[in-house]
């Protein structure tokens, strides 16, 4: 399995500033993603983190609100942009493809995010 | 979007087997089925997957209709600690992309 860190755990924020969030992986994966978790819901896929190009987002997710940027195999970053309340979500990385378990999806512990 | 339904919630005996069922009537041919859960607003973990076959693992086992429309997950013996949200997801066709349903809140009561 890969062991993947999420950096910060959790944070209280003011509405309008940015908010960065960074995840590690502990080995070279294929794949990174970003999901968001609202407060009593399930989990919503944000985008695609690509290795040296710009992420594939989904649809309701756009660059300027949530960039991300994916520098090498092991390292991704979240940028929640301007954020409001309703940004306040639990924010998940996670990664595919890893040397021993390619078919599997392994999740970091996630970023809990208050937005006053 | 999801391709998956799933019971809101269930309840289970400590000590007893716990059947999670599965919808996945718009499955295609090159998609798997994972099955994850998650604790408590931890990251999800894994649980198992599968194509065809039927799977078994040290934490469950997967039973896969013929048709593959539909799926259970079977915890042989089920613990407080698996009280659980239990997500079943149909990959896409290059199996990495994930689209949560609802998932099936599991309480496993004493």
């Known amino acids: 399995s890969a062991v993947i860190s999420q950096k910060p755990s959790r944070d209280i924020c003011q509405r309008g500033t940015s908010l960065t969030i960074q995840c590690q992986v502990d080995?070279?994966?294929?794949?990174m993603f970003w999901y968001r978790q609202q407060p009593g819901q399930s989990l919503t896929l944000i985008a695609t983190?690509?290795?040296?190009?710009?992420?594939?987002?989904e649809s309701g997710f756009v660059i300027d609100k949530f960039p991300i940027s994916r520098p090498n195999l092991t390292f991704s970053t979240l940028t929640v942009s301007n954020m409001s309340p309703e940004d306040s979500s639990i924010y998940l990385c996670?990664?595919?493809?890893?040397?021993?378990?390619?078919?599997?999806?392994?999740f970091g512990p996630g970023t809990r995010l208050t937005v006053l | 979007d999801a391709k998956t339904t799933q019971p809101t919630s269930m309840d289970c005996a400590e000590g007893r087997a716990a059947n999670l069922p599965c919808n996945h009537s718009?499955?295609?041919?090159?998609?798997?089925v994972y099955w994850y859960r998650q604790i408590h607003s931890q990251g999800p973990q894994y649980i198992i997957h599968g194509l065809k076959n039927n799977e078994t693992n040290e934490m469950a086992s997967l039973i896969i209709t013929e048709d593959r429309k539909s799926s259970t997950l079977i915890l042989p013996h089920a613990t407080l600690r698996d009280t659980a949200v239990y997500y079943c997801?149909?990959?896409?066709?290059?199996?990495?992309?994930?689209?949560f349903g609802s998932g099936t809140k599991l309480n496993v009561k004493p």
């Open positions: 983190a690509n290795q040296g190009s710009e992420a594939t987002y």
């Open positions: 996670s990664v595919y493809g890893t040397a021993s378990s390619y078919n599997e999806q392994f």
């Open positions: 718009t499955i295609s041919g090159n998609e798997y």
């Open positions: 080995s070279q994966v294929t794949m």
């Open positions: 997801i149909v990959s896409s066709e290059n199996f990495n992309k994930f689209y």
